[in-house]
Structure formats: structure tokens, C-alpha cells
């Protein structure tokens, strides 16, 4: 699961700088289709502190993504009042926000936790997490710090921006597999057994499992 927080002041003018920093955190992750609708759902969540608690409120906008869904977060102090999905006439332009979050995500709603409320919503990532990929998603992440210091730093510093970060980040991420993969050959010969008959089982089990949409990211 990756998580980015930001804590800022609901302003106005605050908008458009967290729109840019969303578009890059989301580029980096490797959803650019969930742009155009996270940047949406974080200018209503905002708009929305802005008009019922003030501005100037200080406030922590929280993305996260467990693959198969992106999450937005927007805490605030005021446990007071929740937001309420109300009917506005077509001809008000306020009382729109929510129901324009909820004609664009996957689900919403609002929690509390100590000293804050949490106004969140859902994003659908079109990805099929499954088991398999959550584990190796965790084992990539415990072992690249090790893969970077046993191997060199042969992954790339991972710097720039839109689609050539993306293509950057998705090749180091393949390529820490590939050590990941090779080490645990060396380890099965260390123990006597042969890498060549586990490396034909593997195949054998992942040809029989059905395909998933997944992706590097």
C-alpha cells in the first residue's frame, strides 16, 4: 500500500498547487487515467472545508492506493457537522460537491477520529489485486532496499516527470524482481535443491492460474 499526506490551509489559492502535486504523486504511481477525477474529487473535498468550517482552516489531504482502488482523504478539525449529500436546484451552483463526488467515484463518506473529522472517497484503479500480486507487491518493497545496496544503483535515480518517471519507475521495480528472483535460485541450489525443476514448477503453476490485469507501478 503507498500513502502521500500533505497538510496545508484551505485556501483558495491552495488549489491549483494541490491539484499540480496530484497529478504528479499520481503520474509517479503509475495512474494517469485517475487524474482528471482525483484532482476533481480534491478541489470538492477542499471547496467544501472552505465554505462550511472557513478558510483558512488547516487541513491534511491523504492519497493512498492498495492497487485495485485510490483513496482520498481530506481531515479537518471540526467534528461539529458531518457533510450531508443534499439535492440542489439545477440553478445553485453550491451544495454540488458531494453529489458531484458521488456521481464520480466509487464510494464516499466521512468518519471521525480523535480531534478531526475525515471526509474520503474511492477512485476505481481498474487493476485485479489478488493474493499473489499482494505478496509480491510486499516482498519487492522489503527486499529493494538490499537489492540497491547488493547490486549498485543500477535502477536509475527515478527523477523527471510524466511518462518517462512512470517508464523509469516501472523498470527499476522489474528489475529488483528479476534480483529478487535470482537470489531465491541461488538460495534453492544453497540447499540442494535444483533451480532448473522449481523454476519449471513456477511456470507450471502460473500458466494454470488465470490471467490478471495487472501492471508495474
Known sequence: MRRWELPFPAEPEEVAALRRAVRTRLTLWGFPELIDEAQLCVSELVA??????????PVTLSVSTNRTRLRIELADPDTRALPTLLSAPDDHESGRGLALLDAVTAGWGVYLRPGAKVTWCELDTGLTGGA?????????????????????????????????????????TAETAVHLITDVLHWLRAHGHDPDTALEHARKRFRAMPAQATRWN
Do not use: E, F, K, M
Not at 48 to 57: D, F, P, Q, S
Not at 145 to 171: L, Y
Open 132 to 172: 499473489h500480486v499482494t505478496r509480491a507487491d510486499a516482498l519487492l518493497t522489503l527486499y529493494g532496499s538490499g537489492c540497491d545496496s547488493d547490486h549498485g544503483s543500477g535502477h536509475g535515480s527515478g527523477h523527471g516527470s510524466g511518462h518517462g518517471a512512470v517508464r523509469a519507475t516501472r523498470a527499476a
Open 48 to 57: 467544501n472545508v472552505i465554505t462550511h468550517v472557513g478558510a483558512g482552516t
